[in-house]
């Protein structure tokens, strides 16, 4: 059975430092609990796996998008690497260069440094790595979605053309559908990450991504567990020991 990397870049909430954050403490509270992928670092919890987990919320750094803004379509609406806008459009942060380059260079590159390492150590232990990307992601759609698709499927799996082989694909589709589930593939969100000394080069390096609907899990809009929770961790532990056998 072949051991996962499990990459987590949206379960945390603290924010390293203030610099540059407007002081309305309490939206910015609100907003991370309306962006936070609450829980996924226990959701998909794995003794026997390696995990990457960033410490940091996602408003703070995401270290899901591009570090160049020309390159990340979400820059546009003040929600590239380093977050300026909430969702509602209102300020957020001012970031200078300065600031940018500091969070670029203490958080986000360590990040993906230790994701690069990670997969080059599987690389040469097993001569293969598979990363599950793990998110969830909220019933309504955020405001600045790129999807506004108002009934969205239970589960949503991300792919990429090069590092997503279809029998992944295939074993996904038929195991939610197994246990009753519906499934997006790449609805309402696509992609899937790998680090890019190997994005595009190394078909060794496989990646998926699975998305949780909050709903699942949830009691939304607030961050409490409902009463499913229990439920839902074995669905994903279940979707993780599906692709580990594969």
């Known amino acids: 059975m072949k051991k996962l990397l499990l990459h987590v870049p949206h379960a945390a909430t603290s924010l390293p430092n ?9 939206k910015i509270q609100e907003e991370i609990t309306k ?20 410490p940091f919320s996602r408003i703070f750094c995401d270290v899901e998008r ?19 806008r909430f969702d509602d459009n209102e300020l957020l942060r001012t970031v200078t260069p300065k600031l940018r380059e500091e969070v670029i260079q203490n958080y986000y590159r360590p990040h993906h440094k ?9 690389l040469d232990i097993e001569g293969n790595c598979m990363i599950v990307d793990c998110h969830s992601f909220p019933s309504t759609p955020l405001l600045k979605g790129l999807d506004q698709s108002t009934n969205p499927p239970d589960f949503n799996i991300g792919t990429d053309a090069f590092h997503t082989p279809q029998d992944l694909i295939d074993r996904a589709v038929a195991y939610f559908k197994d246990k009753g589930y519906s499934l997006g593939v790449n609805e309402p969100y696509k992609g899937t990450i790998v680090p890019m ?3 595009k080069k190394d078909k060794r390096v ?4 699975l998305e949780v609907n909050r709903k699942l899990y949830l009691n939304e809009p607030s961050n409490k567990k409902s009463e499913n929770y229990a439920t839902t961790k074995e669905i994903v532990q279940g979707f993780l020991r599906e692709m580990k056998n594969i």
């Open 18 to 26: 203030q610099e540059g954050f407007i002081h309305n403490d309490e």
């Open 35 to 54: 962006l936070t992928d609450w829980y996924t670092d226990d959701l998909f919890h794995s003794e026997t796996d390696e995990m990457i987990v960033a």
């Open 66 to 84: 591009f570090e160049n803004d020309e390159e990340e379509v979400m820059s546009k609406v003040g929600m590239g690497v380093l977050y300026e």
């Open 114 to 122: 230790a994701l690069t390492l990670a997969v080059q150590t599987q």
């Open 197 to 199: 000394s190997f994005y």
């Open 206 to 209: 496989q990646s998926i991504m």
